[in-house]
């Protein structure tokens, strides 16, 4: 594994070097590439001064940001329960999401949490795409959802949800996308750093504990989502917290406390596209 990091990042200080660096954004094999480590260096930022627009730390990044379901999913039955094909399975294009016990929607949470995050990113620099315009619309289905960020060439995928589980469990955990051979294989290690990054942000941002009712230490390897197997970007999805547990549930229903999930998820992807 180390070797394998060491050659990674070998390879990519030739591509920077290859690229000149300052073309580097906009270039399909440099955004590939994974930033090297400069333990004891200036960020390589510094040296980069043709990077526009200079000095935003995100300049040159794509963020897709999916927040799960849609308000108009519950009305369309018929649209949402057809099946699609994730690799793995076959599954309906999209679902309704769950709800607190008060009524607060799962998808009204993604949506509020994405259109905070959003604008928190652009200020970086980043390059933000949605998956869904709004949140009155029905899907998109989860096989779309992917085809957006594969599309967008995205530096990192974040699917957004609320869990629906047994209201004696609570905290949140991230889902990472298991090796499905010969078709998601180049992301999941970059998957998992994201993951990794998007977990330690959140639990420090926002105080919840990891999920006490599902995967280890707040980490969850899944090969049933068709957002993770058809992405051919990193990708994890956050499950922010259980909504059908009246501790989370006040929480998610909180504006506040969105507003400090918005700022914690910012964190995670900026740790992650910073480190690669
Ligand atoms: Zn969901």
């Known amino acids: 594994m180390r070797a394998e990091r060491t050659a990674q990042v070998m390879l990519a200080a030739l591509v920077a070097l290859a690229t000149g660096c300052g073309g580097g954004g906009a270039s399909p094999q440099a955004?590939?590439?994974t930033t090297?480590?400069?333990?004891?260096?200036?960020?390589?930022r510094a040296t980069q001064p043709t990077t526009p627009p200079a000095g935003k730390a995100l300049a040159g990044k794509v963020v897709v940001l999916?927040?799960?379901h849609n308000g108009g999913n519950a009305s369309h039955p018929a649209e949402i329960n057809r099946l699609v094909d994730i690799i793995t399975q076959r599954k309906p294009c999209n679902t309704t999401g769950t709800s607190t016990a008060s009524g607060y929607t799962e998808h009204a949470f993604t949506w509020d949490v994405a259109r905070r995050l959003r604008p928190l990113l652009e200020k970086e620099g980043a390059e933000v795409v949605l998956t869904r315009p709004d949140d009155r619309g029905v899907g998109p289905c989860i096989t779309e959802r992917a085809?957006?960020?594969?599309?967008?060439r995205a530096d990192a995928v974040l699917s957004i949800h609320g869990d629906g589980a047994a209201p004696g469990g609570h905290g949140f955990h991230v889902l990472l996308p298991g090796l499905i051979a010969g078709h998601n294989d180049a992301v999941v290690a970059p998957s998992?750093?994201?993951?990794?990054a998007v977990r330690a942000a959140y639990r420090s941002g926002t105080?919840?504990?990891y999920a006490t009712y599902a995967g280890r230490d707040g980490l969850e390897t899944r090969t049933d989502l068709g957002g993770l197997n058809l992405s051919t970007r990193p990708a994890v999805f956050v499950?922010?917290?259980?909504?059908?547990?009246?501790?989370?549930?006040?929480?998610?229903a909180d504006p506040a406390f969105r507003e400090r999930i918005a700022a914690a998820l910012a964190a995670g992807l900026t740790t992650y596209l910073?480190?690669?």
């Open 192 to 196: 998992r750093r994201l993951g990794l």
């Open 274 to 276: 910073h480190r690669g």
């Open 66 to 68: 999916d927040p799960g």
């Open 207 to 209: 105080g919840l504990p």
């Open 239 to 252: 499950e922010c917290g259980n909504m059908r547990n009246r501790g989370d549930a006040a929480k998610l």
């Open 147 to 152: 085809a957006i960020g594969n599309k967008a």
């Open 36 to 44: 090297p480590p400069a333990p004891g260096t200036a960020p390589a």
């Open 31 to 33: 955004r590939d590439a």
